[in-house]
């Protein structure tokens, strides 16, 4: 059974930065992709950032591109999302992903496992 646990939220200005963490367990993770995606209030679910495990391939949203990294420690099992330059609009619920595949997921649909979100909030 896949566990994925977020942490690294919180309250931070514009223009600050974050890091998320999301610890993984279960399964061995170098035949899957993982991802981070974000919901902020009355909004869809909207992807924000993908990796896959084996190799540390990466694709970006354009509204995080150049603000925001994914990466993983292989030695850890987590998953990690630097924040930088906040903005007050990348307020959200952030969610941890995981899909049983060799690609690159870039549709919040196509993730199988889910973390239960961290809480990002940038004021103005």
């Known amino acids: 059974q896949v566990q994925l646990v977020e942490s690294g939220g919180g309250l931070v200005q514009a223009g600050g930065s974050l890091r998320l963490s999301c610890a993984a367990s279960?399964?061995?993770?170098?035949?899957?992709?993982m991802g981070w995606v974000r919901q902020a209030p009355g909004k869809a679910r909207e992807f924000v950032a993908a990796?896959?495990?084996?190799?540390?391939?990466?694709y970006y949203a354009d509204s995080v591109k150049g603000r925001f990294t994914i990466s993983r420690d292989n030695a850890k099992n987590t998953l990690y999302l630097q924040m930088n330059s906040l903005k007050p609009e990348d307020t959200a619920l952030y969610y941890c992903?995981?899909?049983?595949?060799?690609?690159?997921?870039?549709?919040?649909?196509?993730?199988?496992?889910w973390g239960q979100g961290t809480q990002v909030t940038v004021s103005s």
């Open positions: 990796i896959i495990w084996s190799v540390g391939s990466t």
């Open positions: 279960g399964r061995t993770f170098s035949s899957f992709s």
């Open positions: 992903a995981a899909a049983q595949s060799m690609f690159l997921q870039r549709n919040s649909g196509s993730y199988d496992y």
